[in-house]
Each structure stands twice: as C-alpha cells, then as structure tokens.
C-alpha cells in the first residue's frame, strides 16, 4: 500500500511541475544569454587585473580577443568547416602489405 501512496504522490508532484500546456523555455535562447552574461563577467574581471609589464598585457589581450572571437553557442554542425587536414582512417604504408 505504502507503494502506491508514494507513486501517486510523486506523479502528483511531478504533474504539478510539468502540467500541460505549459510552454517551456527556449533552450537556445538560455544558452546563449548565459554566455553572454559569462562573457561579460569574465571582461569585468580581466579589465580588473593591474599590469605593470609585457607579459601581463599580452596574456589580458589573447584572453579578450579569444573572449571575442569564440562562436555562438547553437552554430550547426553543418555551418562548421567540413575540410580534413588528412584522411581518415590513414592509408595503410605499403611494406605493410
């Protein structure tokens, strides 16, 4: 009996949280808000940073251009380049046989 009681109270509990007819949130849309919250939190913290020689403002100028020039999240498989930089699988050598 215990059984049942608990199965109808988390179908009951789960109904209540996904009920029908309840348009749910666009993922790719969440996604992509987020990153660009993340984005900025990262910039914020990076301008931040004091730099007193060379290395420190070359390492805050390679971590902002990557910042920059990162894809947006959603991009289809297809859209991204199909070239191969050698064939897959490799051939075989000929003294293999």
């Known amino acids: 009996m215990f059984v049942v009681v608990r199965s109808v109270f988390w179908l009951t509990a789960a109904y209540m949280v996904i009920a029908p007819g309840v348009d749910l949130p666009d993922g ?3 996604a992509a808000q987020a990153m660009a919250a993340g984005t900025k939190a ?3 913290q990076i ?3 004091e730099c007193a020689d ?3 403002l070359g390492g805050k100028t390679v971590i902002a251009a990557a910042l920059n ?3 947006p999240v959603g991009t289809p498989m297809h859209a991204s380049s199909t070239t191969r930089l050698a064939p897959i699988p490799r051939p075989r050598p000929d003294w293999a046989g």
Do not use: M, N, R, T
């Open 54 to 56: 060379i290395a420190c």
């Open 47 to 49: 301008d931040k940073v």
């Open 69 to 71: 020039a990162s894809p």
């Open 28 to 30: 790719q849309a969440l």
């Open 42 to 44: 990262v910039s914020q």
